[in-house]
C-alpha cells in the first residue's frame, strides 16, 4: 500500500475549528470518489475526534490540533488527529460506549463508538500529560 497524497493541517481546539476540520478532510477525501454515505461517515469521525481533543484534551486551555491525512493506492484514506493535551488514563475503558469522563455535562459519551462504527478501523495512542493520536482508516468502495 503506497501513500498516493497527503495533507496536514494545525489549527488551535477551538469549538469554531471543528466544521473546518471536517470539512478539509472530507474535501481531502472526495478524490477517492466516495459516496454520499461515506464522506459524511468521513466528516463525522473527524469530528468525534477533534470535539474530543478540543473538550478533553485541553480542557479550558486552547492547544493545538494537528491533522494528517493521507490517500493510498488501495482507495483507502488514513486520518490521523493528534494532540499535547492531558492525555488518557484508560483508553479501554474512555473507548467503551457511554464513558464520560465529564458526568455533569451533557455529552453522551459516544464519540469512540461513532468513530469505530464510521471506519473500518480504529487506533488511539495516549500518553498521561503528553496527548493523544487517533488514527482512523477507511477504505472507499470502487464505484467502478
Given at each position: 500500500?503506497?501513500a ?6 494545525t489549527?488551535?481546539?477551538?469549538s ?30 473527524v ?11 485541553y480542557?479550558?486551555d ?42 455533569a455535562?451533557e455529552?453522551?459519551?459516544l ?7 464510521f ?5 488511539v ?20
Amino acid at each position: 500500500m503506497k501513500a498516493v497524497n497527503e495533507i496536514k493541517i494545525t489549527l488551535e481546539s477551538r469549538s469554531v475549528n471543528e466544521g473546518f476540520a471536517r470539512s478539509a478532510v472530507a474535501v481531502f477525501a472526495s478524490q477517492l470518489d466516495p459516496t454520499v454515505e461515506e464522506i459524511t461517515e468521513i466528516k463525522t469521525a473527524v469530528s468525534e475526534a477533534v470535539t474530543n481533543c478540543i473538550v478533553h484534551a485541553y480542557k479550558d486551555d486552547i492547544g493545538l490540533i494537528y491533522i494528517n491525512a493521507k490517500i493510498f493506492d488501495d482507495n483507502s484514506i488514513r486520518i490521523r488527529i493528534r494532540d499535547n493535551g492531558c492525555g488518557i488514563q484508560n483508553i479501554e475503558q474512555a473507548m467503551e460506549p457511554a464513558f464520560t469522563t465529564d458526568a455533569a455535562s451533557e455529552r453522551a459519551g459516544l464519540g469512540f463508538a461513532i468513530m469505530q462504527s464510521f471506519t473500518d478501523k480504529i487506533k488511539v495512542f495516549s500518553t498521561l500529560g503528553k496527548g493523544t493520536s487517533v488514527v482512523l482508516q477507511k477504505k472507499i468502495k470502487s464505484k467502478k
